[in-house]
């Protein structure tokens, strides 16, 4: 997987993490590459945040090795590992203003005080707060807290920046501001970023990698355009954005094209593997899916059904389609400044391109 | 309305009989402590600090209120010492251990001092200790020792720990995390804890008498004093007993106050930094 030239920061190594009868982490094999944004991406419990804190040093594998810039830190604590941590919560020194919190890292280090002055003041303009130095933590909103923990950890030059959840005490507008800073921060700095998050809108707008995980497993990594058009399993379709799940058998395969019985109609995937008579499941996407009204002029072999409920969402409508043998199919197309196209029992066509068909085989 | 004024006027009254219950007896004694007469009812035949003048010119007095702060001071120190190393195990501690933990340090607060005093001459005879400030320096520090990680518990528990965790990831070692974070950030409640154990042991009489030696504390001595006579002395004693917890209460509010100051004016800068 790891493309020619990149250099790797870090190299999990068949790791584990065991708590009683808990497997939170099983057999996870892993590499995170130079300036990259890697998200650990899964529902709560999936194992990410474990993950997370194998790398920080906050808990030590049952089995399996890390290895941080080459070197196998899998016993070194947390002081001794090239990586700095931005909390949840933000975890700020509350006896400590700003200038002293950012300062901590390298107080520690025995770095010079103008030295220190001069990357502290240079981490607060990199985060937008330059006049915060003396400030006390509790003063700070939700969105300046999270930027001074940015700077407390990003001050120290960590070889990985681990963010677990940064955003998510954070109100919506906040949020997506944030996210737009993370990006920027990570432009200017050059760091590599491990984001940890449940949140799949998160994922996709800041990463370079999503690693999806369920149950202690990786599920799929890739980046988020392929993790969403090409799911390969129905987890990962279902996690990621609104998906129909079609039941398909295999009825004809002929060259690279197999034919799929949906129940309601025939379609087309591409071949690859597959034989007579499979019994596999369909992801086709809402937004792939073309409704168009039905003034009975279509031939035969259209899909005919009818509009059972509508929801309209601010720039798109999301459409529910029953088709003959009563499945329902979720449709969704932009607002049209014309107003809604459909309204409920409204009879359709409904097609979709044959190329928006994933198969999952599982 | 009508009704509601007299329901009002009603809890007004009873508020202050409440209060006078409470504090009138502490009031007549500072009172009588500055009586210039023998007597201890009225008339009130005036102003004086005769008393005061006898008090300080008393050697058995000044020998015991010294008594009394040396033992208040060294089982302060120890209390502090052993009280804070248990109250910050407990967030640490297993459910199960925690539970076993807190019944075992709280379940002396509910025994009789006489049960505590009994036992505790019982340990000192039969490992031949002899009574003297000492043993009852050690028996105040198992009295304190309860109340102080009662109170410092429950806000060391509203430690955050992941700030420690933040001090590690930060390149700190555990000593270190706790010189910086842990201890600056409780040491308030820990302090505030530690001038609560002095007060505690500073007035306390019932287990003193038992494994007290020669050397006489101030409860100790007014006891006895008032055995024998009731001298108005006592009322000045114990008005200065008064005024030192009362001082010692403000000397702990004075270490939240500080706190409260930096937060205010750090908000004014706020204000005025824009």
Redesign the interface.
Known sequence: MAELGQKVVIRLDQISKSFGPVRAVDTISLEVFDGEILTLLGPSGCGKTTLMRLI???EQPTAGRVLIGGQDVTLA???RRP???V?Q?Y?????L?VFDNIA??LR??KIGKDEIRDRVNQMLRIVQLP?FS???T??LSGGQAQRVALA??LV?KPAVLLLDEPLAALDLKIRQQMLVELKRIHAETGTTFIFVTHDQDEAMILSDRIVLMHQGHVVQIDAPERMYTRPTSLFCAQFLGDTNLLPARVVAVGGAVARCDIGFGVTEVPADGLAMGDQVTLSVRPETIVLSPDDGAAGGGVLRGEVADLAFIGNRVVYWITLGNERMLRCQEPRTVAGLRFHSGTPVCVSWPKEANVVLRE | MGAIGGGVMLLRLYVWAYLAFLMGPVALIVLFSFHSSQALNFPFAGFSLRWYVELVTNGQVLEAVKNSAIVALGSAVTTGILGSMAALAFPRLSPRAKALLSWTTFAPIALPGLFVGISLLALFALAKVQLSLATVTIAHVVITLPFFVVAARSRVELFDLTLEEAARDLGATPLQTFRLVTLPIIAPTLIGATIMSFALSFDEFVVTSFVIGTESTLPMLIWSMMRRTVTPLINAVSTLALALSVLLLALAGLFFWIQQRRSRQARLSEVGGG
């Open positions: 920080a040093g906050f604590p947390p002081e990586v700095n941590l909390f919560r975890a700020l020194f509350p006896h203003d901590f890292g520690l280090r006049d003396n400030r006390w509790h003063q407390r950890a120290n």
